[in-house]
């Protein structure tokens, strides 16, 4: 039986476990919260991130990073992008040479601008790397809701290899080659689940949510192109599935965080309040510097990042949305 290790014993990175730890497989569970790791330990359960969730199966909660990875034949990387960094780099020399890995975070790196596999590109060959995505809440996932996602590879042996160690009669994977396209709509569709969240405070209806859902995968795409990445991505899986997911579900931590926004809440006090991380909050600063830098017009990223930089009011950036001058629908494409 394989080896798993997973580096982040958050809420989607327990719940993958549970899939494979069902497989009969070996599940190492690292996390810097030593706290954390040894209450899930003691309960079985990760009360903190996925509570109702009972641990079963070859469970191993490991003190190190090293003792996780050094026999694992599969290393997934469980944490929020600003932290993937640091967490590759102390894990990276113990990781055995075969292993394939993998890395879950939606996100792009703040200070570089750097997508999850050009950060693990600097650490591993990109052969063994394989990106997940799609829509996929944790705790649908862990109590074995129906779930699609794609995976992606360089090498599609890694990619089928993946695939092969999570699919289940409740997990489908599909395989996409365009991992830019993956990583770049799973990023950026944060971003717009924050505003969703923001128009649902705000006590907007149905149209402005599936208005601004629709324009928001026409700018996201229109970015992922000037950048590389193919069309029809953005509007697969890890594009308008995951869109469809994170922006109209109260699982989202990013719409959570938006609809308190929208609700009067300032940005720092709904961070708070969520308690854990939302990644949109962070990659809406690198989505307006990349469409600034590139020449990119995204009227609904930007107005979110004023938003949650407080420059503007919610209130103004609707008034400032609505009152585009008319444009084509398509002239993105
Ligand atoms: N929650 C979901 O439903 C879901 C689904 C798909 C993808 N994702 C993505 O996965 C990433 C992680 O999300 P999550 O919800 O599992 O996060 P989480 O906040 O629930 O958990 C993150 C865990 O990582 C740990 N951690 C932080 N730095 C670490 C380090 N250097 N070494 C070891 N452990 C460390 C934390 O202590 C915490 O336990 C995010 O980018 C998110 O967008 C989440």
Redesign the pocket.
């Known amino acids: 039986m394989k080896t798993v290790a997973f580096?982040?014993?958050?809420?989607?990175?327990?719940?993958l476990s549970t899939i494979v730890a069902a497989k009969g497989c070996r599940v190492n569970i690292?996390?810097?919260?030593q706290e954390?790791l040894s209450r899930m330990e003691a309960d079985m359960e990760n009360k903190?991130?996925?509570p109702g969730v009972k641990l079963k199966g070859d469970y191993h909660f490991c003190r190190t990073?090293e003792e996780a990875v050094r026999d694992a034949d599969f290393v997934v990387f469980?944490?929020?992008?600003q932290?993937v960094r640091?967490?590759i780099s102390?894990a990276a020399p113990f990781i055995r040479k075969d292993a394939v890995i993998t890395c879950?975070?939606?996100?792009i790196e703040q200070k570089t601008h750097k997508r999850m596999s050009e950060v693990i590109g600097e650490y591993f060959d990109l052969d063994r790397y394989v990106c997940i995505?799609g829509p996929?809440?944790?705790?649908e996932?862990g109590i074995g809701v129906p779930t699609a996602v794609a995976m992606s590879s360089r090498k599609e042996e890694s990619a089928m290899a993946m695939a092969e160690l999570f699919m289940n009669n409740r997990f489908r994977v599909y395989l996409n080659d365009d991992m830019m396209g993956m990583e770049l709509a799973?990023s950026l569709k944060?971003v717009l689940a924050v505003g969703s969240g923001i128009i649902n405070g705000l006590g907007y209806g149905d149209n402005t949510l599936a208005a601004m859902l629709t324009r928001g995968c026409a700018e996201t795409t229109a970015l992922g192109v000037v950048m590389g990445a193919r069309p029809s991505t953005f509007f697969g899986l890890a594009g308008i599935g995951d869109m469809i997911v994170t922006c109209t579900s109260i699982?989202s931590?990013n719409f959570r965080c938006g609809r308190l926004i929208g609700q009067g809440y300032s940005p720092e006090d709904a961070i708070k309040e969520i308690g854990?991380?939302a990644?949109g909050m962070y990659t809406a600063e690198v989505v307006h510097e990349l469409a600034e830098s590139l020449n990119v017009e995204m009227p609904i990223s930007d107005a979110i990042y004023n938003v949650i930089r407080g420059n503007i009011t919610v209130e103004d950036a609707m008034e400032t949305l609505m009152g585009r001058p008319m444009g084509y629908e398509m002239d993105y494409l």
């Open positions: 580096i982040g014993g958050g809420s989607f990175g327990t719940a690292f996390d810097i919260d954390h903190d991130y996925l990073g469980a944490l929020p992008a932290h640091s967490a102390a879950i975070s939606k996100g995505s996929s809440h944790a705790e996932v799973a944060n699982h931590r854990m991380v990644e």
